[in-house]
């Protein structure tokens, strides 16, 4: 077998994760440290996280446009915070053309500085707004410890920027963008998340407020799925976006912005993948269904495989793929498409053919209990079926996880010890002493303040005071 087995995913989760996305083809290391190559298979289900998201973007009323990579380097000295915030992980540009530049230019780690300088040149009146782009590009942040997917020096992603007449519609943009985050990680991704506010500490460089949608990894790690930022006007004073109101007054827009990356790909491993491989959410899968016929001699070949072209006719409204490879023995097969996780395996051998039945593999139930025989008869309509249940309960199967590892510490040394297995959703009394405390001591972070809240008021499990929000706090990928 060509195909080593994967370390297990129990025993060392990083190794686990860093080999599955290499022996699933989904990305490779690249010559500079820290760069990731998306390989054919892993962009292919970014292009699926792609349309799932603009789909939605689009009914949203934005629409898609392109900004240069390159920035000046004074746009990003404009907004205090953020140049603070950006400055450590910046890539520069000094020579061009084989002449040092007058300005230096720095290689987008983001793009507010950028389209805030275009937007102050398109907006001049009330009537401009509301301006609501979107952009799908790429980005480098010099990181220092990477990963393939969830922390690459340069990474994929999409960038929307809007501006806005009031505060109100600005903040009513920023929940309603992380809505369709959530909505998106949810009913297409299987990945259930956590939508809530981010703690000063860790909020965006030059947000007013930011938000975020938190899922929990197998290891029970955190990962920052999607963020939204509520800007205020601080970008709309750093580069002078300025509009004529109803009553002809100069008032400073307020700005929003809002991104997910190739981070989520990680997600998506990192939620549902077993010790076989990659499991992928039926809607996001590359391929969803995959046939492999099984015969002996060339006469069980001729009928399998008359029934295979068959069954593959009447599901063309899936994704799906015939392995018809000669070299390749059955086992090998199926060992080949559950490490690349495709939701759905059919199997076609003489004996189905005779009882003009089909047997069918789910991807999420290992083993026998995932397998069924089932009449070949309104194939389409079952397929339709079974990737629906796998859709649902990948979903269940990762909400459960989470809630079986959250639990509500009763004291600091309980908190502690949660943290160290999982998440906390306890009482925090807002101050960034007692957050930074809990982060020194155990590596854990607020992950952010959910907006479903209990009610009620307690005391900050750190320091007593009384308290009136809880918090999530976890350790975080
Ligand atoms: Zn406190």
Redesign the pocket.
Known sequence: MSEDKLPSRKDNFAEWYNQLVLKAELADYAPVRGCMVVRPYGWALWENIQQGLDRRFKKTGHVNAAFPLLIPKSFLEKEKEHVEGFSPELAVVTIGGGNVLEEPLVVRPTSETIIGYMYSKWIKSYRDLPVLINQWGNVVRWEMRTKLFLRTLEFYWQEGHTAHATAEECEEETQRMLNVYADFAINDASVPVLTGRKSNAEKFAGAVRSYSIEAMMGDTRALQAGTSHNLGQNFARAFDIQYLDWNNELQYAWTTSWGLSTRFVGAIIMTHGDDQGLVLPPKLAPTQVVIVPIYKNDDEKSRVMSVVSQVERELQVFRVKVDAREEFTPGYKYNHWELRGIPLRIEIGPKDVEKDSVAFARRDIPGRAGKSFVPHTQLDGQVAEVLQTIQASLHDRALQFRLDNTSQPQSLADLYDIVQKGWAETW??G?PD?ELKVKEDTKATTRCIPFDQSGGEGS?I??G?S?KEKVIFGRAY
């Open positions: 925090w009394c101050s007692c900050c750190v320091c005071a308290a």
